[in-house]
């Protein structure tokens, strides 16, 4: 089944280069069902490929979706034409009287900021205050889950000592947890961040379980009660040359960078990079959907409210 975009989304073209089905709005309109209704928190500077990474991997799935676009009101994107956010993107207040079986914040390269100092911080919060009786289930990536951890549970971030920058492997901590169901025993996810979350402040916090690990790149799932909230700190929807673009960005700015971890050739920056995680970003995405969305958000949509919901 496919995810319904609109029908000029520039991912849409991609998408379809790609044989994953995508579902004009013009065609979903005569389908009697109801399609999942996810909303999309773009907080990242390159919000076209963005959208279209998160596309790919929630259209690969046998559900019909509805992706509504958001950015912050107050924050112009540099990265992002005028034109393309007037077009696809609409704001908070425009949503805010919604319900959404899903909601997808995404990271974004302010991490080095404390919290109230990013300029849109006080809207976010708004958000992630109304997600907790207007969505069914909140995925939040990369700064998106340190945010969400800071705003719900007071877990502060932690500045490494050098940029994480690479592809690292991931061991399950829970195997038989829905999130990961079908997952090898390790699994590998791209990362680019500056700071982390201490483990010892997730395991202190009761209402949280963390679900996977990794030894270089720390603590990479999380969940909350029936899922209502999910933390994963890496990048699987991460395109193969997106590390790669970062590093040749950093070089040229001559920024202090290293060659990302376990993702070229014997580290060799002229070679291809070698995908490793495709598979697993898929079944991520599928299986949130399926079992943390789909399987329990009630067909009355507007019954969230009430927080009516199945057990996992």
Not at 88 to 117: H, M, Q, S, W
Request: hydrophobic share 35%; aromatic share 10%; proline share 7%.
């Amino acid at each position: 089944m496919p995810i319904r975009i609109p029908n000029e989304l520039p991912a849409a073209a991609t998408l379809r280069r790609e044989n994953i089905f995508i579902m004009p709005e013009t065609r979903a309109t005569t389908q009697a069902i109801r399609p999942l209704q996810i909303l999309l928190l773009n907080l990242m500077p390159t919000k076209i490929e963005t959208e279209t990474q998160l596309a790919r991997v929630l259209g690969n799935t046998p559900l019909q979706i509805v992706l509504t676009l958001i950015a912050p009101s107050g924050h112009v994107s540099r990265n992002t034409p005028e034109s393309h956010m007037l077009a696809f993107y609409k704001n908070f207040d425009e949503v805010c009287d919604r319900d959404f079986d899903g909601l997808i914040i995404t990271g974004a390269p302010v991490e080095l900021l404390p919290f109230e100092e990013v300029d849109y911080w006080p809207e976010l919060c708004r958000i992630m205050e109304w997600s907790k009786t207007h969505v069914h289930s909140t995925l939040h990536i990369c700064w998106g889950a340190q945010a969400g951890l800071y705003y719900h549970f007071g877990i502060e971030k932690r500045v490494l000592k050098e940029k994480l920058f690479g592809v690292f492997r991931h061991t399950v901590t829970d195997p038989g947890f829905i999130l990961f169901r079908g997952f090898d025993d390790t699994f590998m996810v791209p990362h680019s961040r500056h700071t982390t979350v201490d483990p010892e402040d997730i395991r202190r916090e009761p209402r949280l379980k963390i679900l996977a690990e990794s030894e270089e790149a720390g603590v990479y799932a999380i969940k909350t009660d029936q899922c209502r909230q999910v933390y994963v700190m890496g990048h699987s929807e991460y395109d193969r040359d997106t590390l790669k673009r970062e590093y040749l960005r950093d070089v040229a700015n001559g920024s202090a960078i290293h060659v990302p971890q376990n993702y070229f050739p014997n580290d060799d920056p002229s070679r291809d990079p070698i995908v490793s995680w495709r598979s697993c970003a898929h079944l991520l995405y599928a299986n949130w959907l399926n079992y943390c969305v789909y399987q329990t958000t009630p067909y009355d949509i507007t019954s969230i409210r009430r927080g009516v919901r199945t057990d996992d």
